[in-house]
């Protein structure tokens, strides 16, 4: 639980995703128009087309989900973070980074060591460079996943073995 400093009576809790969170978290990341879809004839290759739950995270208002996070494990030693969205409401409230930093846990617990990111959206791209992550490229989109005016991802990767709270762990 995180007591925030902008809002006195409002605590965020975060936690493993359960099943029953399903539909706020697809309303939530439908919001920014990243929540999974099946291929179809129209999108033959989504980005993305399911959510891991294992691998995914919420933040919760009471019964409200505000935020979720998930990633996906590539190999022994990669892993991305995907579906990062953040009620707009909670904004700027820190949830992104409490969020985050369970993923983070969660990744370095299992060996990962190396995160990369994808997004098209600038706010987000200077959001994780200022917290570390370092641009290393563009790729193409498969369809109009995300900001629908921006035909790339920026690619971001980030050192988990820089935090010294993980090496501690």
């Given at each position: 639980t995180h007591p925030t400093s902008e809002v006195a009576a409002m605590s965020i809790e975060i936690r493993k995703m359960q099943v029953a969170d399903t539909e706020q978290v697809?309303?939530?990341?439908g919001r920014w128009n990243i929540a999974p879809v099946a291929p179809s004839a129209e999108v033959p290759v989504p980005e993305r087309?399911?959510?891991v739950i294992d691998n995914t995270y919420v933040a919760t208002?009471?019964?409200?989900?505000?935020?979720?996070?998930?990633?996906?494990?590539?190999?022994?030693?990669l892993g991305e973070a995907g579906s990062l969205?953040?009620?707009?409401?909670y904004h700027r409230r820190g949830v992104g980074d409490l969020l985050g930093m369970a993923m983070?846990?969660?990744?370095?617990a299992?060996?990962?060591?190396?995160?990369?990111?994808?997004s098209d959206r600038p706010e987000t791209i200077k959001w994780l460079v200022g917290r570390g992550h370092r641009i290393v490229g563009t790729v193409p989109?498969?369809?109009?996943?995300?900001?629908?005016?921006?035909?790339a991802w920026t690619v971001l990767e980030f050192d988990l073995g820089s935090l010294p709270e993980l090496r501690s762990e």
């Open positions: 697809l309303k939530l990341l087309t399911e959510i208002d009471g019964d409200r989900i505000v935020g979720v996070c998930s990633f996906y494990q590539h190999s022994p030693v969205a953040v009620d707009p409401d983070r846990r969660a990744m370095y299992r060996g990962i060591r190396t995160v990369r990111s994808e989109k498969r369809h109009s996943f995300g900001s629908p005016e921006v035909s």
